[in-house]
């Protein structure tokens, strides 16, 4: 009989489950897409509901065959918001970290009680809607008092999630980092009761807090039914998406870097003081005395599938669009692009920043319109690598590269040669369903805890070759980099040069 500690990776575009032996070795896994809903330009929501059926049918198929799980742990894309009613039924669509319904009211929020500053040395993080997940409660009660009114828990996808699989209501400390009512400098110490009474929440409403890997409850005979297995599996509270890929890889030394390349595209470096800096989104990390501090950006894979979806919809796949942005040489042609079309977290921490393409001529192309895309992204990450160099003083001399996509090695390429570091790409591509898997492990007792020897991390080891044969354009390497150092000097006066312009544009009047 196998034992199986079971990894459910709930992101932002997709579910993944995946089914581990206690070596890591992925057993069986399935993925399911995950439909993004934009009610509003600025609003990203999913629907609970069809949350948890496929959660249900993916962790159906998965476990199909095994009859031991040892493990459930749950990692997902943080902060997202759910309602829910005295049942822990869902009351409304859950709001994503994109969402940016909640930022008049937050910028209101730090102007009253002191400044952003303020908060930030209370809390650890920069008040943003993404870092302050509590402004989405105080925009639900002044905007949708019906549903406020039926309101009697407030938590992330993960609480509900577990609250499905075992009756618990929990969250973890990697989540709450980004409430703007937690101290992460001092994880222990909980919700803070004096922000609660000021943002007028009911400490009663929100998850009992405790470490990522404790045991939350097990795995209830309705859900057991549901999921087509025994009940009695020990689940784990769960972390955030990217704490959980950082624990699968390693990352626990002083200025370990790693880039999570999805939806969003977040640096996390890890740290060994609780010593921060505001432009990034600062969290405990599951390695205790450990804390992250993610250069985070929002649309940076999302912006890929934007181009495909919304700009060349007779496009096939983000493969066409790789194969057509190779037909432009490094640098596009002179054309530069901002991946801010979700507003921006790191580093500039506005909400009306938009996306923008600079340079365009009679002569730019689709294909320099899509490397600039590229490139772009690529830019954004060199820009928050000299922040942590600042300011974090770290000096990474690699980058290890997990999500959906690290599998670009064309992306990867173009990341390496602006960056001027190594990327590596991870052997196993499931870091962060691994780190959930690992959670469970630990609460159900296969481990002794996040530092046990026997736990294996994913390793990289296959660094990305510098030439591709995939591009078409070939330039010399001298060539490719004076080329991408004048690029990224311009990209770096194009924000501040329109951000005036854009304010504007987002201004209601």
């Known amino acids: 009989m196998t034992k199986v500690l079971l990894g459910i990776d709930a992101g932002t575009s997709s579910l993944k489950v995946c089914a581990f032996s206690l070596a890591g070795d992925v057993l069986a896994k399935g993925q399911r897409p995950i439909q993004l809903i934009t009610p509003e330009p600025t609003w990203g929501e999913i629907d609970v509901d069809s949350y948890w059926r496929q959660v249900v049918a993916t962790t159906r198929e998965v476990l199909d065959g095994f009859d031991e799980v040892a493990g459930i742990g749950v990692s997902a894309t943080c902060p997202t918001t759910i309602f829910l009613d005295g049942k822990f039924r869902p009351l409304r669509r859950g709001i994503l970290y994109l969402d940016r319904r909640s930022d008049e009211l937050v910028r209101a929020f730090a102007d009253e009680h002191g400044g952003g500053l303020n908060l930030f040395r209370q809390v650890g993080n920069h008040p943003f809607s993404s870092t302050c997940w509590l402004g989405n409660l105080a925009w639900g009660r002044k905007h949708e008092p019906e549903v406020w009114r039926k309101t009697r828990?407030?938590?992330?996808?993960?609480?509900?999630?577990?609250?499905?699989?075992?009756g618990a209501f929990t969250l973890d400390w990697t989540q709450a980092s980004y409430s703007g009512g937690f101290n992460i400098h001092a994880p222990e110490t909980g919700w803070l009761s004096d922000i609660l009474e000021k943002w007028d929440i009911k400490a009663s409403m929100l998850p009992k807090l405790g470490s990522p890997y404790r045991t939350a409850g097990r795995l209830s005979t309705e859900s057991a039914e549901e999921l087509g297995i025994r009940p009695g599996a020990v689940v784990a509270y769960g972390s955030a998406d990217t704490a959980a890929a950082a624990f699968a890889v390693g990352l626990r030394r002083d200025g370990d870097v790693l880039e999570t390349a999805g939806t969003s595209g977040v640096l996390t470096f890890c740290l060994e003081r609780p010593e921060f800096d505001e432009a990034f989104m600062n969290r405990c990390h599951i390695?205790?005395?450990?804390?992250?501090?993610?250069?985070?950006?929002?649309?940076?894979?999302?912006?890929?599938?934007?181009?495909?979806?919304?700009v060349w919809p007779e496009t096939v796949s983000i493969a066409e669009l790789e194969q057509m942005a190779a037909e432009s040489p490094a640098g596009a042609n002179g054309l530069i692009f901002l991946p801010y079309l979700a507003g921006e977290r790191?580093?500039?921490?506005?909400?009306?920043?938009?996306?923008?393409?600079?340079?365009?001529r009679l002569d730019s192309t689709r294909s320099d319109m899509i490397r600039a895309v590229f490139e772009g992204a690529a830019f954004g990450l060199r820009q928050l690598l000299e922040r942590a160099n600042k300011r974090l003083h770290v000096t990474p001399q690699n980058i290890l590269s997990v999500g959906g996509g690290s599998r670009s090695r064309f992306w990867a390429k173009i990341k390496q040669e602006v960056t001027g570091l190594t990327y590596l790409l991870s052997?196993?591509?499931?870091?962060?369903?691994?780190?959930?898997?690992?959670?469970?492990?630990?609460?159900?007792?296969?481990?002794?805890?996040?530092?046990?020897?026997?736990?294996?991390?994913?390793?990289?080891?296959?660094?990305?070759?510098?030439?591709?044969?995939?591009?078409?354009?070939?330039?010399s390497d001298l060539e490719r980099k004076r080329t991408y150092d004048k690029n990224y000097r311009a990209y770096c006066k194009v924000y501040p040069a329109l951000k005036t312009v854009m304010h504007d544009l987002a201004s209601d009047e």
């Open 287 to 310: 390695v205790p005395g450990r804390w992250l501090a993610h250069g985070a950006m929002s649309t940076l894979g999302g912006a890929f599938a934007w181009m495909k979806n919304k």
């Open 153 to 166: 828990h407030v938590g992330l996808l993960s609480s509900f999630i577990v609250q499905r699989l075992t």
């Open 427 to 475: 052997e196993k591509p499931d870091a962060t369903a691994w780190g959930a898997a690992l959670l469970g492990g630990i609460a159900g007792g296969e481990f002794d805890g996040p530092e046990d020897p026997r736990i294996t991390f994913v390793i990289a080891n296959r660094p990305v070759a510098v030439t591709s044969r995939s591009e078409r354009v070939r330039l």
């Open 346 to 360: 790191s580093p500039i921490w506005d909400p009306d920043a938009s996306g923008v393409w600079v340079g365009l």
